[in-house]
């Protein structure tokens, strides 16, 4: 009998560090300091996490926000190189817009949406931040988005399948 062996091949992750902070934390004794990573984490078909990092150096901050972001990575489903419709979300204190738009426009759009955008994949959106103009927020603004995108696909794929009839 012969067995088949499938392969998973992974795709390398693109990874990007959005901003790295120094925090100063004022104690008996002086000044204590730390730093804090933000870094996204993408496959660009599709999968991608965000991860945050806190350390008393910058290279083992970034190293644990690299392995928290890849623990979170999400799916999320797309219309080729673009979003599948239009999401307005609200995280935080950033209320983030963001909607597909036609083949070679591009990412319009700030930094923080625009580097979610491309570890997921996509190529061509248009993307409005409100309010906050803080990392942290606009990308869990942008993941939060992105993941309700994913809820509602799937709730209208579930619906298309109870209205076909039965034959």
Known sequence: MKEEVELTQELPLSEKVLSIRRVTKVVKGGKKMHFSALV???DGVGRCGIGMGKAN???KAIKKAILRAQKQMTEIPLAGP?????VTVKKGASVIMLKPASPGTGIIGGKSVKAVLEALGVRDA???S?????????????IEGLKMMKTIHERNTIRKKIEEPVV
Do not use: C, F, H
């Not at 673009?82 to 239009?86: A, S």
């Not at 409100?130 to 942008?142: E, G």
């Open 126 to 128: 248009i993307t409005k």
């Open 82 to 86: 673009t979003l599948l419709y239009d």
């Open 130 to 142: 409100m309010k906050s103009n803080n990392p942290i927020n606009v990308v869990r603004a942008t």
């Open 40 to 42: 996204i984490v993408g």
């Open 57 to 59: 150096e910058v290279p």
